[in-house]
């Protein structure tokens, strides 16, 4: 498995994850920092293709621990593609347009994302 964060306008904190998905697919995932609480991000994936919830988010990628070391510093991101997962490179054998894997990682639960779209990132003031 191999990823890159995307992530870089979302400042380094613990966020705690919220979802909403309506029923066109469209994914909008809200951050709320809990280390500096003016932290308030949501990331907007639009219409999406797959997603899953894991409550545990080291558990995201159970089977790839012991293919990669480079799992080890995932949580230094918050918002990854995943370049290489065996995820994608199941889903690339069935589904032939262009699509990425993100991951999502927060300190309640981690998301894994299909999408065709990259996210748009939103700084929110409260």
Same mark, same amino acid.
């Given at each position: 498995?191999?990823?890159?964060?995307?992530?870089?306008?979302?400042?380094?904190?613990?966020?705690?994850?919220?979802?909403?998905?309506?029923?066109?697919?469209?994914?909008?995932?809200?951050?709320?920092?809990?280390?500096?609480?003016?932290? &308030?991000? =949501?990331?907007?994936? @639009?219409?999406?293709?797959?997603?899953?919830? %894991?409550? *545990?988010?080291?558990? #995201?990628?159970?089977?790839?621990?012991?293919?990669?070391?480079?799992?080890?510093?995932?949580?230094?991101?918050?918002?990854?593609?995943?370049?290489?997962?065996?995820?994608?490179?199941?889903?690339?054998?069935?589904?032939?347009?262009?699509? &990425?894997? =993100?991951?999502?990682? @927060?300190?309640?639960?981690?998301?894994?994302? %299909?999408? *065709?779209?990259?996210? #748009?990132?939103?700084?929110?003031?409260?």
């Amino acid at each position: 498995m191999s990823w890159v964060n995307i992530g870089n306008k979302i400042e380094s904190d613990w966020y705690e994850l919220r979802c909403k998905l309506d029923e066109g697919t469209h994914l909008k995932i809200y951050l709320d920092g809990l280390k500096n609480q003016d932290n &308030h991000f =949501y990331i907007d994936f @639009g219409n999406v293709l797959f997603c899953k919830a %894991i409550d *545990e988010s080291w558990d #995201l990628n159970p089977i790839e621990i012991l293919d990669n070391n480079n799992t080890e510093s995932i949580a230094k991101g918050v918002l990854v593609e995943l370049t290489h997962s065996q995820l994608r490179d199941k889903l690339q054998q069935v589904y032939f347009k262009t699509f &990425h894997h =993100y991951q999502v990682i @927060g300190i309640n639960f981690g998301i894994d994302v %299909i999408s *065709e779209k990259f996210p #748009l990132i939103f700084k929110l003031e409260k």
